[in-house]
């Protein structure tokens, strides 16, 4: 037989202990509430050379940052552009939900892994 759940921020203790628990999680809310605790990293994305595509970052709210890793498969040298709140065809793209991002110049399809925070 399996008891209540008592989830650790949940316990009370009796004096000094408490002002000391509750010290403890004061502190793990915040870095909870930081927004590298919400980092994604978003592998393996293929970005068609000269062609946009809407990547689905997850966060539920507008990214801080987005960096993109060194691609890989590349037959020269090119460039990803973030479209921000257009696709590359010019329709509005929701940043809460999904990033618009176009590769150029690369000469073939690359595969990046995106980290957004």
Do not use: W, Y
């Not at 209540?4 to 000391?20: F, M, N, Q, T, Y």
């Not at 978003?42 to 050379?49: E, M, T």
């Not at 970052?57 to 709140?85: E, I, M, N, W, Y």
Request: glycine share 10%.
């Amino acid at each position: 037989m399996v008891g209540p759940v008592i989830r650790p921020l949940d316990i009370r203790l009796d004096g000094d202990a408490e002002r000391v628990r509750q010290s403890h999680a004061d502190a793990i809310r915040e870095i909870q509430d930081l927004p590298m605790s919400s980092v994604r990293v978003i592998a393996d994305v293929v970005l068609p050379n000269g062609s946009g595509v809407q990547v689905a970052h997850k966060l539920g709210r507008r990214p801080l940052a987005c960096f993109v890793s060194p691609p890989r498969g590349a037959a020269a040298t090119g460039q990803v552009q973030d479209f921000g709140q257009r696709t590359p065809t010019g329709a509005p793209n929701d940043l809460t939900q999904t990033l618009s991002l176009r590769a150029t110049g690369f000469g073939a399809d690359i595969r990046v892994d995106i980290m957004v925070l």
